[in-house]
């Protein structure tokens, strides 16, 4: 890409089929005209081997690799093991579902959506916010529609955190915020949840505020503990952030699968929190689609502007035919009010399932993750017996520790329990073997 600002040299690699690059050397000379610019260019064309790509890059993210869902998963598929690591579904989406896509996209709805997303799914996530929780938050100026939950974080980061800005996270945390917060020049400060239910200390917290904290990103249910915020732990939020001008970014993308007749304490049910929250769900976690990369999120006038100001060159726009679909499904309230009773009955199949085994079972109070503990089984390192469950045993995880900054050791493994019965027969089989 060309960028106005400088004179000087650019380089454009362009990846070939014979493993080769083609670097087009263009001396470019360019002249501003307020917003107009000209560029004079010639260009030299030669071919140099892929590996004497110059080493210059200084990496905006220089300590972080390749994330580790994905390792696990390439393990797990290379050593044919069972896969509880990535948190995906192993059975399908409602037909119904599908072909309300299909339908969508015969009749045409297959170009650009508006930015904030089609008109009637923002007053169909209103309706579902308001039956929900009570809250009422206005289609045209307060929810804007994403591509997952993923980009409405990082874009909620983005539009919000500057340099310098000190954002509060608690580990072990969802592996997409702090990538975010660093490329945004902010700093993330680390609280950590307090073991064995993994809750937030609070006089910690007020302790990690000063005036240069922007954001705290709480997420509730919890990946990858399972644990959630209490209504006790939103008025202790309420109490933290009032007469300040922090910003909760509150990721809810499990809020319809919370077990044992808990409620969600949505940011949505506390007006105070509302003013001053975004709040980020995932129609992939709700619908079975983690595939489809649809999400939403919902915040007060002010914020939300600011929050599109990104989005819109972040995706512009998200899916139009996913959209009308779900606008539609919505309607099924079904879909998402059966859907604690369908986990439940999941996380207790599972962990029926491993009674006689040695693993401990952390309770899992939401979300399709369980952690089990292994401290009674090896004292090896979580990373080190994940890959040796993966390929001795034939069973893929998650190491907890990958979730902090400092690769804290608890000796658990995240499972993940949306898998079919005969899935979770298998993988219990193996782990009461160990
Ligand atoms: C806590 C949490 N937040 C956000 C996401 C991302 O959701 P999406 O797939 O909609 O981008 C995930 C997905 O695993 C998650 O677990």
Redesign the pocket.
Known sequence: MFHPSKSGTFFIIINTQNNCCLSAIANVASIHHSNYFTIFATTKLRSIPMTTFPDFISSKLPGIGTSI?AIMSQLANEQKAINLS???PDFDCSDQLKSLVAHYMKIGHNQYAPMPGIMPLREAIAEKTQFCYSAVYDPNKEITV????????YSAITAFVKEGDEVIVFEPA?D?YVPAILLNGGTPIYGQLKGPDFKIDWDETQKMVNRNTRMIVI?SP???TGSILSDSDMKQLEKLTNGTNIIILS?E??EHIIFDKREHQSICRYPQLMQRSLV??????TFHT?GW???YVVAPENLTAEFRKVHQFVVFAVNTPIQYAITDYLKEKNAYIDLPAFYQQKRDYFNNALKSSRFKIVPSAG?YFQLLDYSNISDEKETDFAIRLTKEFKIASIPVSVFYHKMTDNKVLRFCFAKGEETMDKAAEILCRI
Do not use: E
């Open positions: 869902f990535q948190g995906f994403t591509a997952g939950a993923t980009q409405a974080l969802y997409s997420n919890h990946n990858p990721d993308v499990y980020v769900s995932s129609f992939g976690k983690t990369k649809m999400g979300t």
